[in-house]
C-alpha cells in the first residue's frame, strides 16, 4: 500500500555532492512530515533532517550549511541534497513517514564518500 523508494546515491569524493530521491506511493508526501535518516556500519541510525506538511525543515548540527531537504508536491518526491560531503557522512540513508503511530521506511540508498 505504502511504499518509499530512495535513490540517488553512490561514491563521491569529499567535499562532493549527491542529490537522494524519495519517491512515494501510497501516501501524499505533502499530508505528513517527511525525515531522512542515516546509519554508518557498526553505529546507530540517526536523524537528518525533516520537512513537514508546510514545508517547514530543519537539520541536524552536523549538516546544516551543507544539506537541503526538499519537496516537490507534483512528484510526491522528497529530496536530499547533500553538498561539501564528508567521510564521517558514509551511510546508507532512508527516508522516513510517520502516519499516526505508524512509520514506514524506504529500503535505503548507499552513500559511500571516499578519496
Known amino acids: 500500500q505504502v511504499q518509499l523508494v530512495e535513490s540517488g546515491g553512490g561514491l563521491v569524493q569529499p567535499g562532493g555532492s549527491l542529490r537522494l530521491h524519495c519517491a512515494a506511493s501510497?501516501?501524499?508526501?505533502?499530508?505528513?512530515?517527511t525525515r531522512w535518516y542515516r546509519q554508518a556500519p557498526g553505529k546507530q541510525r540517526e536523524y537528518v533532517a525533516v520537512i513537514n506538511s508546510i514545508g517547514t525543515t530543519n537539520y541536524r548540527d552536523s549538516v546544516k550549511g551543507r544539506f537541503t531537504i526538499s519537496r516537490d508536491n507534483a512528484k510526491n518526491t522528497v529530496y536530499l541534497q547533500m553538498n561539501s560531503l564528508k567521510p564521517e557522512d558514509m551511510a546508507v540513508y532512508y527516508c522516513?513517514?510517520?502516519?499516526?503511530?505508524?512509520?514506514?521506511w524506504g529500503q535505503g540508498t548507499q552513500v559511500t564518500v571516499s578519496s
Open positions: 501510497g501516501i501524499i508526501l505533502s499530508s505528513y512530515a
Open positions: 522516513n513517514v510517520a502516519v499516526g503511530e505508524v512509520g514506514y
